[in-house]
């Protein structure tokens, strides 16, 4: 049964399309993701929709969007701490909303591994996205060992709590938190959707605690891992998830479209 809470929370799917695409496919595959949605006729009051392409791409995303008046949104994959100055290679959040960016992924496992960012560095990007009048979608998750151990639930609350530390309970309420269990990632190794549902409830949970509760209750918690068209419906279907962060998957116009319209996907998490 669907709660009142949750038929607040509109479903995101969001999909991170890592160091994939040049500006040229960028432009395709945004304008086929939008033909297949509008054929299907999508209804993105019913579920968002957004891509996060590489930095180099989003002018020509955004003048596709623009242009052909999608209603597909779009976001940025990293953003810097700074404001302006000597930081070679950074990417201020003005720079990203003024560029139409209505997201910012921050803390993705694969920055939090190859460039050593950790919770308080991750909070200070998502208050800077905040900032500049854009949605931190801030992600946690645990490796293999930690998941072998059986301490995951603690491990990625904490990460909840450091990652989101100096947001206020409105800034949370309005932010976007992605679980996505690190064995889980590009490996076609999808958490079952109890395992999604243990998670992003316990998160929820810990919103509630740390922040309050209204801020739980409309906070959108998304899944990420090899998710899919096939296993899209049974992870959506449970009551703490709310969206998804799609990668692979979200390189296909088709494959990805699927995945948003995953109320019309049969759900097999039952079938051998
Ligand atoms: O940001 C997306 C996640 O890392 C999931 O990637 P994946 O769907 O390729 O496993």
Known sequence: M???AQQQRVPLIA???KMNQNHQEAVVLVQKLSWVLQDKKHDYERVEVTVVPPFTDLRSVQTIVDGDRMRITYGAQDVSVHDAGAYTGEISASMLAKLGCSYVVVGHSERREYHG???A???????KAIDAGMTPIVCVGEG????NEGTHVAHCTQQVEGSLAGLSPDQ??????AYEPVWAIGTGEVATPEDAQEVCEAIRAQVAKTWSSQAAERVRILYGGSVKAANA?????QPDVDGALVGGASLQAEEFAAICRFYDLPDLSGVA
């Open 2 to 4: 669907t709660t009142m």
């Open 15 to 17: 999909g991170n399309w």
């Open 117 to 119: 960012e950790d919770d």
């Open 121 to 127: 560095l991750v909070a200070a990007k998502a208050l």
């Open 144 to 147: 293999l060992d930690i998941r």
């Open 172 to 177: 949370v309420a309005e932010a976007v938190i």
């Open 233 to 237: 419906a049974a992870i959506m279907a």
